[in-house]
Nanobody
Framework: VQLQASGGGFVQAGSSLRLSCRAS????????MGWFRQSPGKEREFVAA????????TYADSVKGRFTISRDNAENTVYLQMDSLKPEDTAVYYC???????????????????WGQGTQVTVSS
């Protein structure tokens, strides 16, 4: 599975962005999807995850109520709608696929098999 993330940018606090992650290759397989982010000097952290069916989602406490993860399996694409952005949301955002976790959500980085290249999100105060 190859993942291509896009949609990052430079915005002011309070603004919105929508990230996209398009999968190609082994898309006939069912897999859960997640978004992670990494700031300079920090470890990559979990942001959100969604099941294959889209019926289950989970979020990090820091983004709950502001970010929404969704997916369109017909388009092999997962989205992360980010509203009310804060300067502390500044990071490189990565999408990832977990083949063994199609309907059981996981927040563990090690359980994701494939990763996109990352897209930079910068939020100014």
């Amino acid at each position: 599975v190859q993942l291509q993330a896009s949609g990052g940018g430079f915005v002011q606090a309070g603004s919105s962005l929508r990230l996209s992650c398009r999968a190609s290759g082994r898309t006939s397989s069912r897999f859960g999807m997640g978004w992670f982010r990494q700031s300079p000097g920090k470890e990559r952290e979990f942001v959100a995850a969604i099941s294959w069916s889209g019926g289950r989602t989970t979020y990090a406490d820091s983004v709950k109520g502001r970010f929404t993860i969704s997916r369109d399996n017909a388009e092999n694409t997962v989205y992360l709608q980010m509203d009310s952005l804060k300067p502390e949301d500044t990071a490189v955002y990565y999408c990832a696929a977990a083949l063994a976790y199609s309907e059981v959500l996981t927040t563990h980085r090690s359980r994701y098999n494939y990763w996109g290249q990352g897209t930079q999100v910068t939020v100014s105060s």
